[in-house]
């Protein structure tokens, strides 16, 4: 891959990512919340869910790119303007979409870290201003992009002179039918041996079935992911987007019970392992 000038491994020790408190690439950090910021009441009961089981940073789009025109689209400025009650309240950074290139400045001013979805991975207009925005940029890979190609689209954001790129594996298309994505575990230590940014997994999105999450949150953790993403609501089966994949508060708590100690557990052991090879 000759042309990643900044996103090469080569090029760099490994990337923190500060947001406020917290550093992506170091650990495992967790970021919850619901697919859409559809009310005040649903998003900060959420967000007050999440904190409480032990999330580092809350999810939810205020702009929502849908396969159809006539789907609910996002609350827009009303959402970010929520998602900024429920930063003061719980304290969590804020992660949240933005979709067009002429929103960015603007969204940037509510969000800690501003995500590109997969639809919008090679949206260039799109990388560049948000290479601009100064914010942390989240970049899912898209669903149908090599890992050459979803490199060189966080290779426009650093050139932009934004450092902050995270990447974000959320499953790709194939021929499997059963999952709504295929999930490509593979990713992780694939791009860890390309380049110096952290990855974090989407199991909401890449599996679309609720009973597939924990066991691909696990096995993300076993893979070496420095995070991530999963979608929580208050009220899943009143959820106006993704209602089908959408976690319980009580289900997320599961999932952080079996996460946190696995990945403490394999930190452990890599640590063993490092001081006996010298
Ligand atoms: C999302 O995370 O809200 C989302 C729309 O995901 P993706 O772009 O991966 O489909
Ligand atoms: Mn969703």
């Known amino acids: ?13 490994r990337t923190i990512v500060n947001v406020g408190s917290v550093e992506v690439g170091r650990g495992l950090t967790v970021i919850a919340g619901p697919c859409s910021v559809e009310s005040e009441a649903q998003t900060l009961e959420t ?22 025109p006539y789907a609910f689209q996002g609350l827009g400025l009303e959402g970010l303007k929520i998602l900024e009650k429920a930063r003061k309240e719980t304290g969590l950074p804020i992660v949240t979409e933005v979709i067009d290139p002429r929103d960015v400045s603007w969204v940037a001013e509510f969000a800690d870290v501003l995500q590109i979805g997969t639809r919008n991975m090679q ?3 799109l990388l560049k201003e948000v290479g601009k925005a100064g914010r942390p940029v989240l970049l899912k890979r898209g669903m149908y992009s ?10 426009y954001v650093l050139s ?7 990447l974000c594996e959320r499953g790709i298309r194939t ?16 791009i860890k041996e390309l380049t110096h ?19 691909m949150s696990s096995a993300a953790v076993a893979a070496g ?19 089908d994949q959408a976690l319980t508060p009580e289900m997320f708590t599961g999932i952080m019970a079996q996460v946190r100690p696995l990945q403490a557990f394999l930190e452990g052991s890599r640590s063993l392992a490092e001081a006996q090879r010298f």
């Open 175 to 190: 021929f499997e039918k059963y999952t709504r994505n295929t999930l490509d575990l593979s990713a992780v230590p694939a």
């Open 146 to 155: 090599t890992l050459e190609e979803w490199l060189n689209c966080a290779e």
């Open 1 to 13: 891959m000759k042309n990643l000038k900044l996103a090469a491994r080569e090029q760099k020790e």
């Open 123 to 125: 949206n260039f207009a």
């Open 47 to 68: 967000a007050r869910a999440v904190k409480a089981a032990g999330a580092d940073m809350m999810r939810g789009g205020a702009f929502k790119p849908r396969t159809s």
């Open 160 to 166: 932009e002179g934004n450092p902050d790129v995270i």
């Open 197 to 215: 940014l952290p990855i974090i997994i989407d199991p909401t999105h890449s599996t679309g079935r609720l009973s597939l999450i924990s066991p």
């Open 225 to 243: 992911a420095d995070g991530l993403i999963i979608e929580v609501h208050n009220q899943p089966e009143n959820a106006l987007c993704d209602a």
